[in-house]
Nanobody, 124 residues
């Protein structure tokens, strides 16, 4: 059973930065597409960023473009989400996800495995 474990969330002031990490178990991580999603209270889970297995293709939600950067280190079975210029509206539980496919994906239905989530709170 593949597992994903996120870390790096916390409380930060507006304009601050955080880096989330997602460590994956399993031997096939390097071939997976990875994604980051978030869910605010009372809202549906929404797409944030995605990266393919070779880091050659990425995509971002319009709301985070230019502020967030997704990356991965396949030798460490780890994906990252660097979040800069954080805003109060970025407050949410952030989830990493893995899809057993080579193409990037922005929909939750494309992903096969999910982490437990890490809370990010941005104070104004």
């Amino acid at each position: 059973q593949e597992q994903l474990v996120e870390s790096g969330g916390g409380l930060v002031q507006t304009g601050g930065s955080l880096r989330l990490s997602c460590v994956a178990s399993g031997n096939t991580y390097s071939s997976w597409t990875m994604g980051w999603f978030r869910q605010a209270p009372g809202k549906e889970r929404e797409f944030v960023a995605t990266i393919n297995w070779s880091s050659t293709t990425t995509d971002y939600a319009d709301s985070v473009k230019g502020r967030f950067t997704v990356s991965r280190a396949n030798t460490k079975n780890t994906a990252y989400l660097q979040m800069n210029s954080l805003k109060p509206e970025d407050t949410a539980i952030y989830y990493c996800a893995a899809a057993r496919q080579s193409l990037i994906a922005t929909s939750t239905g494309a992903y096969d495995y999910w982490g437990q989530g890490t809370q990010v709170t941005v104070s104004s």
